[in-house]
């Protein structure tokens, strides 16, 4: 049966939602969620959840297939996701069933009647995927919106590597599926692509889906001036790679803001 809660949409103000994502939804789901959400448990455990109340409000932006959701319920927190792909929900309902999920777009959600968030999170250089600063900026907004007066802002980053520019390819091969990932960078509009050839057997048959997706590296010193101009004055910052160590997460900017951070 399909849950209630699947008929929920929040509202927005005109922007298209990430449909495109659905058809790499099943394959996020089994490769990129899991993996991610444990590289992060540990970090939000270091820099977020010590500075939030029991049983905290937090808002999942971009909030994929729902691990992070599910990961941040075993703590007590009562956690609503948010993201453009109705796939990417069906597969987060599953994973953590105790948590709201509403279908909107990052840069123009609204959450009328709803109590402020303790914090709000987007994880897994999920904001690498909005492309223009506008719109970065928009999404800001909203999640200042969305806060209590001392509510927290976690989000991270994608940031260059040395070697960005020689591109290359990720291959996940399974008896059940295939996906293989090329990605190619151009430093000079800070722009990664990535072309992915997606094989899933279904009823016996083999099924073929292609998919290009983008992201934007927005440089550091640009989202710290439009976090400052959209209502966070305090702002910390982590260089994942250097400060949590290869082993917990590869190359990524963690930013924390806020009203207040103590």
């Not at 927290?152 to 994608?158: K, P, R």
Request: charged content about 25%; some cysteine.
């Amino acid at each position: 049966m399909v849950p209630e809660q699947t008929e929920k949409t929040a509202t927005g103000n005109g922007f298209e939602t990430y449909s495109e994502y659905d058809r790499f939804a099943w394959f996020y789901n089994r490769y990129w969620g899991p993996d991610f959400c444990r590289q992060t448990k540990g970090i939000f455990e270091e820099i977020l959840l010590p500075r939030l109340p029991d049983k905290a409000r937090i808002l999942d932006l971009c909030c994929g297939t729902g691990q992070i959701a599910a990961e941040l319920g075993t703590h007590g927190c009562e956690v609503t996701g948010i993201d453009g792909s109705e796939a990417m929900l069906t597969f987060a309902r599953i994973n953590a069933p105790a948590a709201v999920f509403l279908r909107a777009d990052a840069r123009s959600f609204e959450l009328p009647g709803v109590t402020p968030f303790d914090a709000v999170v987007s994880s897994f250089d999920s904001l690498n995927h909005v492309m223009e600063r506008d719109e970065l900026r928009q999404v800001f907004r909203q999640v200042r919106c969305t806060l209590s007066d001392d509510g927290l802002f976690l989000f991270d980053l994608n940031i260059e590597e040395p070697d960005e520019a020689l591109g290359g390819s990720l291959d996940f091969i399974d008896d059940d599926s295939l996906c293989v990932v090329r990605h190619s960078y151009q430093p000079i509009r800070r722009l990664k692509r990535y072309d992915l050839t997606m094989f899933r057997l279904e009823d016996g048959l083999w099924q073929r889906s292609d998919l290009t997706l983008h992201q934007r590296y927005h440089e550091t010193e640009v989202v710290l001036d439009l976090l400052t101009e959209t209502g966070f004055p305090q702002i910390r910052t982590w260089d994942a790679r250097r400060d949590f160590g290869p082993a917990r997460s590869d190359s990524r900017m963690f930013y924390l803001a806020g009203r207040t951070i103590c």
